[in-house]
C-alpha cells in the first residue's frame, strides 16, 4: 500500500485529477520581467498549475495515477521537482494553514482507510468544474466498502 504522503500528492495537485485550480495570484505592483516576458505593474497574474501539472516535460505519463512519483530515493532526492507541487504556494505569502489542512488529509484519509475499502465503479476519470477550487461535477465513482 502507498503511503498517504505519496497518494495524497497525486491528488492534491496535479496529475490524473486535482482540486486545485488557479491556486495564486498577484497582481504586481512594479514592472517585472518574467522568463524574458516583460509584466507591467498592474497586470493581474494568475498561476495554472495544470500547464506543468499535466505537461510531460516534467512528468512521465502525467495523466496516470503513479503515487510513487512522490517518492523520494535513498539519496533523499525526489523524482521529480519539489516545487513543482506547490498548491499552498511558497514564500512568505504561502498558505498558513497548511499543516493544519495537511494533517486532517491525512488523518481522515487513514481513518477512512481503516473504515472502508474503496473500488472502482467506473474507469473512466472523472469531470471536473470550477467553482474557487476544482470540484467534481459528476459523483465520484467510487464504492464504499465497509470492512469487517
Ligand atoms: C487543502 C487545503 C488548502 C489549500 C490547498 C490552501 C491553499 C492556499 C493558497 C494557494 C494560498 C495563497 C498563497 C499565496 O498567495 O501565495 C492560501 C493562503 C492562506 N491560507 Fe490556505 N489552503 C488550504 C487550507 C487552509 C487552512 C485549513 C487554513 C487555516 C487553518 C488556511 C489558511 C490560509 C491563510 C490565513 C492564508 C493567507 C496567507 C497570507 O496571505 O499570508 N488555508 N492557502
Avoid at 39 to 61: H, I, K, Q, R
Avoid at 67 to 92: H, M
Avoid at 104 to 117: A, F, N, P
Amino acid at each position: 500500500m502507498h503511503r498517504a504522503g505519496d497518494c495524497i500528492p497525486e491528488g492534491e495537485e496535479g496529475n490524473v485529477n486535482s482540486e486545485v485550480g488557479e491556486s495564486v495570484q498577484r497582481l504586481p505592483q512594479k514592472d517585472l520581467v518574467l522568463s524574458g516576458f516583460h509584466v507591467p505593474a498592474g497586470t493581474y497574474l494568475d498561476l495554472n498549475p495544470y500547464l506543468w501539472l499535466l505537461n510531460d516535460m516534467y512528468f512521465n505519463d502525467p495523466l496516470v495515477l503513479h503515487p510513487e512519483r512522490w517518492l523520494r530515493d535513498t539519496a533523499g532526492t525526489l523524482a521529480v521537482d519539489p516545487y513543482i507541487l506547490n498548491p499552498f504556494s511558497i514564500g512568505t505569502r504561502m498558505c498558513a494553514g497548511r499543516r493544519f489542512a495537511e494533517q486532517d488529509l491525512y488523518v481522515g484519509l487513514c481513518r477512512l482507510l481503516l473504515k472502508y475499502r474503496l473500488e472502482a465503479t467506473d474507469n473512466s476519470p472523472p469531470r471536473q468544474e470550477w467553482s474557487v477550487l476544482l470540484k467534481p461535477k459528476t459523483p465520484l465513482p467510487i464504492r464504499f466498502i465497509a470492512r469487517e
